[in-house]
Structures are given as structure tokens and as C-alpha cells.
């Protein structure tokens, strides 16, 4: 029994923005964030115990434990976590060989599909993501007390495909709707609000925990275009640590022997590089030996590392085909960029100070909220994002045939034409790869289908056009079509990384299960954000129809309305459901006289129609 | 009756699909300036690109999107000197690009020229040897786009056919020559 609403052609209002908000999220490889941003104002959330950066690590006891809870479980040997899942995203078992020994669990080949071993349980990267997701996510509900539904999520720009699909498959499985996927550096140049700055070249240096990357970006009246990136995926804060480690077990003589002390010893380098970072000298206690470390010390060990960050940033210039002089400012993303001595190396690289005002560990987050709300809410600027690797299917011989090349604007739609080797050839293999290699076997395989029932001819006759489809989001939609008989199959490009549909399905259900804890809180909130609707469109509805409304059926329905908002303060969810259904029964002439009348008018007049000439002409304009 | 006004939107954008011009709301010339593309591209993406279309009905969308596409396709094309040259010929309805049917067969003079030029790249034994016939082509294509911008602006279109296709073939074996430039400086 719900009430119909009905809006003339460009005038439908935004989704209830106010009943259920959009968030940013800054799913990271050591840690994530989640923001929102409302009326222009961006909050960092804060789970229970205050803190804003949630190590993206969970531990899979009874139910899965998310962030510093789930690091807590592991010291205390009550449960295995599984951390850096980031690095495993859109990965199928065929690449098992080449991550095996940089992750700390093994991993197996389920029928293609690359899974993590954790306990007695096998887990899809995916699952484990979608179980970070839906901490922020819960984390956001009990902290702005609404429905948290949608989300900008953002990637590293050199994401692939089956990256940002695998991506996008997490946030629904933890019942995210996906507004966009967005770059990081795109996300930390809205935070500083660059659509505003003066045109020209903007670089992003990022250096977290565990990778390194740089982007050159182009601003353009509010306009963002990517450039070029670069990086390295193995290099981050956490080789500091270990240099550092190292260097402390080496001048005390004593070196860790068990893996609890290698630990210890990490934690104890992480904090003197922290300290280090404010003051010039620091002691630190090991095994019962002091050690001095000067800030000159830390220094001479991380200059390598930096240097080769320095490298890295002077590559990306050349591939953009830029020089230093051409970049008008340097971003400073990650928690590694607080190290006065990084600060110092990129600000000489680039002959300029950068900027690093916003949290470096939060700064993602926050352009991803901003991005969110740009996305339910409207907004001046426009993210225009290219295609990070060139995608195109393979043809005879192995050999990759580019249909859509790297750094091209999204969306974009291409088309080749192929054709068959083999007389009566009657099926075409068709195997979607990405890379800019010219060997399938050297790009990334993303997906397989046979396109079938094509006309027995000669070889070389029957043309076969493939088109390829990228949406804003990045991700690939391929058909195929015989042009003679119009035979045709359509694929959205996803399995090769291994989830099929009915799988993601399953993960659905399963989650379910572990929702139970927090199910009451939640149902509570969805009737509380049904009921809001209902006001929401039924006042609306009054304002604009208010001549089919009798007085004191109005007097009745406002009466109602009050009830319910009582029922709603008082967070009572039986009282809400029932007031609902009260007001819902009661305003139920009221929506069948509007549904007449809409009927009525759309017999009377087109306005879809004039809309639509209007639209053709401008496209001949 | 919403589809099939859809689907009437999307043929007439497959009917100006080879107009690129057209798309970006710009009068056709080879001698175009990229500030004036660029605003142009632009311009249309502040309406048309997906994240502009935040609560507008599916018919106004879909529509969008369409255009979208086709404006990232238009800049893609008509910001290559190569491209402008093809999109130009084909409003004329000659047709270089190499692709389909109806396409204009280069002459006898340019088939000779472009096996001299594939000899030379194939016989080069060095890297010096290579940068040097790189250079030569990139030579060539500087000349191209000076002489089709003065085939262009004179409406001589066979000749500019011919130059683009020329043009077009040196693209593709300057292309062969920095792989085989690359092959062997990766092999030092």
C-alpha cells in the first residue's frame, strides 16, 4: 500500500537524501575509512573505541572480527586473521604462483577460483572484503543513526577489471550499492578541493603501509582527468619498519628468536619512526638492551626506499610527457608521508611545498564522502576518468587485438569486426584480455564465451562485430555479433576471477547468518527509514495535489503524521509499523485520486515525446 | 512507447556517429585548434557524462549516456591530426580509414614507397640504425600534416585522400619501428 508518486519529466527529486546517506570509503590495503559528508561537511567516523583508521584485518573465530578487535584476537592466539586481502582482489588461482610468499596464508585453487585458507574455512577475497565493508558500514549507521545503503568506494588507479569488479561484488555482498568507483588520487585531489584550484598539472604522491603509488593528474574547470600513474605495489611504511628492525637488532646485539619477538620488535620500530618524526632522538628498550636512535639514523635507512618513490614519480612524469616544471602542486596521501624526511625529498622533486593540511591516513575517505554526496545530492565538478589498460580479445595465434586502448575516456563503447579461419566454422571463441602486452599470454585473461550459431560460410565471409562497453565505473560489458543472421551474446565481463552469479548469490544468503547480532538495531532503523519516506512523499504529494484533498481528510492525514513521528522519537519499531500501516490505509483514497488524475493527464499529452524530439535535435545540432 | 522513443534516439545517434564534428557542436576543419576541442569535449561532458545525470528518468539518461560515449569517442578521434583528416574525407564520402568497405586504394607510388620503407625498417641491424628511419618517418609525417592542411583548405580532397593514407601507413610503421626500437634496446 504505498503511495504513488508522480513527477513531470526532469523533475524527479533525489531518492530521499535525507533517509538514507551516502558514504565515502577508502578501502586500503592496511587500513580503511569511512566518511560522510553532509551539507558540504565531511565526518571521519569513529567505531566504539574512537578511532577513525580500522586496520583492514579480520579474524574469523565464531563470526568474523573486524579491525583492531580482530589484531587483539590474534595476540591473543584466539583466532587467525587474514590482513592485506586488498592485494589479492580480482586475482584468479592461475596468478597463485605469483603472490604465494609475499602473503602471510596460503591460498588454494578452488575450481579457478583463488581462495585464502584461514581455520577450517576457505574464503573468496571478496568475502573478506565485503566483511570489512560492512563493519564501516555498520560503524556509519551507529554513528548518524539512519540506513547506510550507498557508497563511493574508491581503487588505485592501475585497479584492472576483475579488481574493480571483484570490488564492486564485495560491496553488494555486504548490501552497498556501488554509486561509483573511484580512483584514490582522483578521491584525495576533490578533498583538497582542487576543482577549485587553478588549472593545470597536480601529482599524488601516496605512501601507505604497504604500497607506493603515484598519479598525474589534470584539473580542468573542475574537470579531473587522469593522466598517468605509477607506482609500486611493495613498497610502504611496513619496509621502514622492518629496515629499522633490523638496524635496532644489529647495534644491541640481540636478535629476535621467536615469532612473538620479531613482532615485538616491528611494533617497537614502528613507534620510534613515529616519534621520530616529531622529535630528533629517542631511546628504546629491547631484550634488555637501551638503544639510542637519532632521527639521521632513521634517515640513512629510509633514503633508498624514498629514492626509489623519487624514481617512481619522475617515470610517471615521463610517461605523461610532462616535466617537473609543468606540475602546479603535489598532494601527500598515506600515513608513511607524515616522515619529515619524505616530505622534504617530494617537495625537492617537485620544487614546490605539498600540500598535506587534511590527515594523510584520512584523506581518501574524505574525497570519497564528498563524491558520494556530489553523486546523490549534484555538484559542480565532474570526475573524468580514462581506462587504466588497453582490453581486447584475443584472435589467432595468441595475439591480443586492442578494441579499446589504455587512457581512453570512460564510458566509451568500441566495435571490430572479426571473422571466422575455418570454412563452415559455425562457433568463435571469444577470450576478453586486458593489458598492453601484444601476447595473451602476457595480458590479464578477464573472460571466456563462445559466440554460436554463426551461418556455416567460407572463411574470412562471416563478419563478426565485438563491442566493447566501459561504464563510468570502469567496468566491461563485451557483446558479440554475427552481422549477416544477427545472431548475438552478451557478456558482463566477470567470471574469470572466480565468482559466478549464483555464487555471490550463496555469499549473500550466508551473510546473512552473521548478521543476527546486529539485526534488531537494523530493523529498527529500516522501518524508522520507511516510515520518514512515507511523510516525506506523502506531504509532498499534499503540496502539490492539494485540491483533491478534502479539509478533513487533511486534518485526519496530518493527525496520522503525528502519531507516527511520536512512534519514530520514541524508537519503538511495532508502534512504527503500525502507525505506518494506519497512515497508509488512511491517505490510500487520497493516492488513487492522484493515480487517476496522472493517468488522465498522460492520456491527454506527451511530454515524454516533445522531451525526446528535443533531444534528437540536439544531437544533430 | 518509452523503448521505442529510446531506440529512436539511439539510431539517429548512430546516424551522426560519423560526424564526430557534429558531436562536439564544432565547424568541421583540419585545422583545429586543441583549446577550441578541448572546451568543446568538455562542454558536452558537463551534461551528458553519467554522474551528471543524478535523478533524471531513464529515458534522459539513457540518451545521455549515448552522447557521452560518443563525445569521448569524437575527442579520441578529432585530436589526432590523422583522425581529423579521415573524419574530414568522410564527410565528403571518401573513405581511408581502412576499415569497412568503399575504401580509396592507395596508388601505385605509395604502395612502392611504404615496401621501401618496410624493407629498411626490417633490414636495420641496430638501434642507431632504427632511431635513424624513425626519424625519417616522423620527418614525413610533419610534412603530411602541412600538406593536408593545404589540400584542406584549397577543397582538393583526392589529394588529401591520398596524403592521409600515407599519413596513415607512415602512423603504422612508425609504430613498428619504436617496437623494434624498444626490442632492441631491451636486448643491450
Same mark, same amino acid.
Given at each position: ?254 636478535? &629476535? ?151 581512453? &575516456? ?212 | ?188
Amino acid at each position: 500500500m504505498s503511495l504513488l508518486q508522480i513527477h513531470e519529466p526532469g523533475q524527479t527529486p533525489l531518492p530521499h537524501a535525507e533517509d538514507c546517506v551516502a558514504v565515502g570509503i577508502d578501502l586500503g590495503t592496511t587500513h580503511s575509512v569511512i566518511a560522510i559528508s553532509r551539507n558540504q561537511q565531511v565526518e571521519v567516523i569513529k567505531d566504539e573505541h574512537g578511532h577513525s583508521i580500522i586496520p583492514s584485518v579480520v579474524a574469523y573465530g565464531n563470526a568474523p572480527v573486524v579491525g583492531a578487535d580482530a589484531k587483539q584476537q590474534q595476540a591473543q592466539g584466539e583466532a587467525a586473521i587474514i590482513s592485506s586481502v586488498k592485494r589479492l582482489m580480482g586475482r584468479s588461482a592461475a596468478d597463485i604462483h605469483a603472490v604465494a610468499g609475499q602473503m602471510p596464508f596460503e591460498l588454494v585453487d578452488d575450481s579457478g577460483a583463488l581462495r585464502v585458507v584461514i581455520g577450517k574455512r576457505t574464503l573468496t577475497p571478496t568475502e573478506v572484503s565485503a566483511d570489512i565493508l560492512r563493519h564501516l558500514k555498520r560503524m556509519a549507521e551507529r554513528a548518524v543513526g539512519k540506513d547506510v545503503k550507498q557508497a563511493v568506494i574508491t581503487v588505485p588507479a592501475y585497479f584492472d577489471d576483475a579488481a574493480r569488479t571483484a570490488t564492486k561484488d564485495a560491496a553488494r555482498l555486504a548490501g552497498l550499492d556501488v554509486l561509483r568507483l573511484i580512483n584514490e588520487p582522483t578521491a584525495a585531489a576533490l578533498a583538497y578541493g582542487l576543482e577549485h584550484a587553478p588549472e593545470g598539472v597536480y601529482a599524488i604522491y601516496d605512501l601507505g603501509g604497504g604500497t607506493f603509488d603515484i598519479s598525474i593528474l589534470k584539473l580542468e574547470k573542475g574537470l579531473f582527468q587522469v593522466l598517468s600513474t605509477g607506482g609500486n605495489a611493495a613498497l610502504g611504511g611496513d619496509d621502514i619498519d622492518h629496515a629499522l628492525a633490523e638496524w635496532i637488532s644489529r647495534q644491541s646485539g640481540a636478535a &629476535p628468536e621467536t615469532a612473538a619477538q620479531l613482532h615485538q620488535l616491528l611494533a617497537i620500530a614502528r613507534g620510534v619512526k613515529e616519534s621520530l618524526s616529531e622529535q630528533q632522538t629517542t631511546q628504546v628498550a629491547w631484550l634488555g638492551h637501551s638503544v639510542a636512535v637519532a632521527r639521521g639514523d632513521l634517515e640513512a635507512l629510509m633514503l633508498p626506499l624514498i629514492t626509489k618513490t623519487i624514481q617512481a614519480c619522475e617515470l610517471a612524469l615521463q610517461d605523461a610527457g610532462l616535466a617537473v616544471s609543468d606540475v602546479q602542486g603535489v598532494v601527500l596521501v598515506g600515513g608513511s608521508t607524515r616522515i619529515p624526511l619524505v616530505q622534504q625529498q617530494v617537495e625537492t622533486c617537485f620544487g614546490k611545498p605539498a600540500l598535506r593540511n587534511i590527515n594523510p591516513d584520512e584523506v581518501v575517505a574524505v574525497g570519497a564522502a564528498i563524491q558520494a554526496e556530489a553523486l546523490t545530492v549534484g555538484a559542480d565538478h565532474l570526475l573524468l576518468d580514462v581506462v587504466p589498460l588497453s582490453l581486447g580479445i584475443e584472435t589467432m595465434g595468441g595475439l591480443a587485438e586492442k578494441v579499446i586502448y589504455r587512457n581512453t &575516456p570512460i564510458p566509451v563503447s568500441a566495435s571490430q569486426e572479426f571473422t571466422t579461419y575455418q570454412d563452415g566454422q559455425t562457433a568463435m571463441k571469444i577470450h576478453v584480455v586486458q593489458g598492453e602486452r601484444e601476447l595473451v599470454d602476457q595480458c590479464r585473461s578477464l573472460a571466456n564465451f563462445t559466440l554460436k550459431g554463426i551461418p556455416p560460410l567460407p572463411a574470412n565471409i562471416a563478419r563478426i562485430r565485438v563491442t566493447f562497453t566501459v561504464d563510468a565505473d570502469g567496468l566491461l560489458t563485451v557483446s558479440a555479433q554475427e552481422l549477416h543472421t544477427g545472431t548475438q551474446q552478451q557478456v558482463e565481463v566477470k567470471p574469470s576471477y572466480g565468482l559466478e552469479i549464483h555464487e555471490i548469490e550463496t555469499m549473500l544468503r550466508d551473510s546473512m547468518d552473521f548478521a543476527q547480532q546486529d539485526i534488531f538495531v537494523r530493523m529498527l532503523i529500516e522501518s524508522k527509514v520507511e516510515a520518514e519516506r512515507l511523510i516525506h512523499d506523502l506531504q509532498a504529494a499534499i503540496k502539490r495535489d492539494s485540491t483533491l484533498l478534502e479539509p478533513e481528510e487533511k486534518r485526519q492525514i496530518d493527525a496520522r503524521i503525528q502519531s507516527l513521528r511520536n512512534a519514530i522519537s520514541c524508537d519503538d519499531r511495532d508502534w512504527i509499523d503500525m502507525e505506518v500501516q494506519r497512515l497508509a490505509e488512511i491517505s490510500n483514497p487520497f493516492a488513487q485520486r492522484r493515480m487517476d488524475k496522472a493517468i488522465g493527464s498522460a492520456l491527454q499529452g506527451s511530454h515524454i515525446d516533445d522531451y525526446e524530439a528535443e533531444t534528437v535535435r540536439e544531437a544533430h545540432a | 512507447m518509452k523503448k521505442a522513443a529510446a531506440a529512436a534516439v539511439k539510431a539517429s545517434t548512430y546516424s551522426v556517429m560519423s560526424n564526430y564534428f557534429a558531436v562536439l557542436g564544432i565547424e568541421p576543419t583540419y585545422e583545429l585548434d586543441e583549446s577550441v576541442l578541448q572546451r568543446a569535449y568538455i562542454a558536452v561532458q558537463q551534461q551528458c557524462h553519467p554522474d551528471r545525470q543524478v535523478g533524471k528518468p531513464e529515458s534522459e539518461r539513457h540518451a545521455a549516456i549515448l552522447r557521452s560515449m560518443d563525445a569521448n569517442e569524437a575527442y579520441d578521434v578529432l585530436k589526432s591530426p590523422l583522425g581529423r583528416a579521415q573524419q574530414m574525407l568522410a564527410l565528403q564520402g571518401i573513405w581511408v580509414n581502412g576499415e569497412g568497405p568503399d575504401q580509396k586504394k592507395p596508388d601505385q607510388a605509395l604502395l612502392m614507397e611504404m615496401m621501401e620503407l618496410r624493407e629498411s625498417l626490417s633490414e636495420a641491424k641496430d638501434e642507431p640504425e632504427i632511431a635513424k628511419v624513425r626519424q625519417e618517418i616522423q620527418e614525413h609525417m610533419k610534412a603530411c600534416d602541412a600538406v593536408l592542411a593545404d589540400a584542406f583548405r584549397a577543397g582538393d580532397y583526392e589529394r588529401a585522400a591520398q596524403i592521409a593514407m600515407r599519413f596513415r601507413y607512415l602512423g603504422k610503421s612508425l609504430e613498428e619501428a619504436m617496437a623494434r626500437q624498444y626490442q632492441l634496446k631491451a636486448a643491450l
